[in-house]
Protein backbone atom coordinates (compact mmCIF):
# COMPACT_ATOMS: atom_id res chain seq x y z
CA UNK A 1 0.00 0.00 0.00
CA UNK A 2 1.24 3.48 -1.21
CA UNK A 3 2.43 5.49 1.97
CA UNK A 4 2.25 9.76 1.55
CA UNK A 5 4.26 11.38 4.56
CA UNK A 6 3.81 15.33 4.46
CA UNK A 7 5.80 17.92 5.80
CA UNK A 8 6.22 21.96 6.05
CA UNK A 9 3.42 22.46 8.10
CA UNK A 10 3.71 25.37 10.82
CA UNK A 11 2.03 28.54 12.31
CA UNK A 12 3.04 31.66 9.85
CA UNK A 13 2.17 35.17 10.24
CA UNK A 14 -0.44 36.54 7.59
CA UNK A 15 1.52 37.43 4.02
CA UNK A 16 3.77 34.93 5.17
CA UNK A 17 5.07 31.41 3.06
CA UNK A 18 5.01 27.91 3.56
CA UNK A 19 6.22 25.59 1.33
CA UNK A 20 4.54 21.98 1.79
CA UNK A 21 6.47 18.65 0.79
CA UNK A 22 4.65 15.15 0.18
CA UNK A 23 7.16 12.23 -0.23
CA UNK A 24 5.91 8.91 -1.57
CA UNK A 25 6.76 5.52 -0.90
CA UNK A 26 6.40 4.66 -4.22
CA UNK A 27 8.07 5.99 -7.20
CA UNK A 28 5.62 7.86 -8.65
CA UNK A 29 5.16 7.79 -12.27
CA UNK A 30 4.33 10.71 -14.80
CA UNK A 31 0.65 9.43 -15.03
CA UNK A 32 -0.15 9.63 -11.25
CA UNK A 33 -2.43 12.33 -10.44
CA UNK A 34 -0.43 14.25 -7.27
CA UNK A 35 -2.97 16.56 -5.65
CA UNK A 36 -3.22 18.71 -1.81
CA UNK A 37 -6.38 19.20 -0.63
CA UNK A 38 -7.18 20.99 3.25
CA UNK A 39 -9.74 20.74 5.52
CA UNK A 40 -10.43 23.56 7.90
CA UNK A 41 -12.22 23.30 11.65
CA UNK A 42 -15.72 22.21 10.49
CA UNK A 43 -15.53 22.24 7.08
CA UNK A 44 -15.52 19.72 4.48
CA UNK A 45 -12.44 18.53 2.85
CA UNK A 46 -11.43 20.92 -0.57
CA UNK A 47 -9.25 21.05 -3.55
CA UNK A 48 -6.38 22.79 -3.19
CA UNK A 49 -4.01 21.96 -6.06
CA UNK A 50 -3.39 18.66 -8.16
CA UNK A 51 -0.41 17.77 -11.08
CA UNK A 52 -0.72 15.31 -13.80
CA UNK A 53 2.30 14.87 -15.60
CA UNK A 54 3.67 18.43 -14.95
CA UNK A 55 1.01 19.85 -17.54
CA UNK A 56 -1.91 19.32 -16.08
CA UNK A 57 -2.39 21.37 -13.43
CA UNK A 58 -5.17 23.11 -11.38
CA UNK A 59 -5.98 25.40 -8.72
CA UNK A 60 -8.99 26.08 -6.69
CA UNK A 61 -9.92 29.98 -7.09
CA UNK A 62 -8.96 30.49 -3.30
CA UNK A 63 -5.69 29.57 -3.99
CA UNK A 64 -4.87 30.41 -7.53
CA UNK A 65 -2.26 32.82 -8.00
CA UNK A 66 -0.80 32.56 -4.72
CA UNK A 67 -0.11 28.49 -4.66
CA UNK A 68 2.05 26.62 -6.96
CA UNK A 69 1.96 22.71 -7.02
CA UNK A 70 5.04 20.97 -8.40
CA UNK A 71 6.60 17.67 -8.72
CA UNK A 72 9.80 15.98 -8.41
CA UNK A 73 9.29 12.08 -9.73
CA UNK A 74 12.70 11.07 -9.13
CA UNK A 75 12.64 12.39 -5.72
CA UNK A 76 8.88 10.72 -5.57
CA UNK A 77 7.74 14.02 -4.02
CA UNK A 78 5.41 16.71 -4.66
CA UNK A 79 5.72 20.44 -3.22
CA UNK A 80 3.30 23.30 -2.65
CA UNK A 81 4.89 26.34 -2.20
CA UNK A 82 2.18 29.00 -0.24
CA UNK A 83 2.76 32.30 -0.67
CA UNK A 84 0.86 35.38 0.66
CA UNK A 85 -1.11 33.18 3.20
CA UNK A 86 -4.28 34.50 5.00
CA UNK A 87 -6.13 33.62 7.70
CA UNK A 88 -8.44 31.74 6.01
CA UNK A 89 -5.99 28.68 4.91
CA UNK A 90 -5.51 27.56 8.15
CA UNK A 91 -6.57 24.26 7.83
CA UNK A 92 -4.88 20.76 7.80
CA UNK A 93 -3.94 19.83 4.28
CA UNK A 94 -3.44 16.63 3.07
CA UNK A 95 -1.58 14.95 0.17
CA UNK A 96 -3.42 12.56 -2.35
CA UNK A 97 -2.11 10.30 -4.66
CA UNK A 98 -4.37 8.91 -7.76
CA UNK A 99 -3.36 5.98 -9.51
CA UNK A 100 -5.20 6.62 -13.33
CA UNK A 101 -7.79 3.58 -12.51
CA UNK A 102 -8.95 5.22 -9.76
CA UNK A 103 -7.53 3.66 -6.71
CA UNK A 104 -6.32 6.45 -4.37
CA UNK A 105 -4.43 7.00 -1.28
CA UNK A 106 -4.38 9.71 1.48
CA UNK A 107 -1.43 11.35 3.95
CA UNK A 108 -2.01 11.61 7.55
CA UNK A 109 -2.15 15.68 6.93
CA UNK A 110 0.03 18.72 8.43
CA UNK A 111 -1.34 21.63 9.79
CA UNK A 112 -1.05 24.91 8.63
CA UNK A 113 -2.04 27.83 10.90
CA UNK A 114 -1.95 31.63 9.91
CA UNK A 115 -1.96 33.43 12.40
CA UNK A 116 -0.69 36.98 13.92
Known amino acids: QAQLVESGGGLVQPGGSLRLSCVASERLLSITTMGWYRQAPGKQRELGAT???????RYADSVKGRFTISRDNAKSTVYLQMNSLKPEDTAVYYC??????????WGQGTQVTVSS
Open 51 to 57: IAQNVFI
Open 96 to 105: KKTHPEGVYY
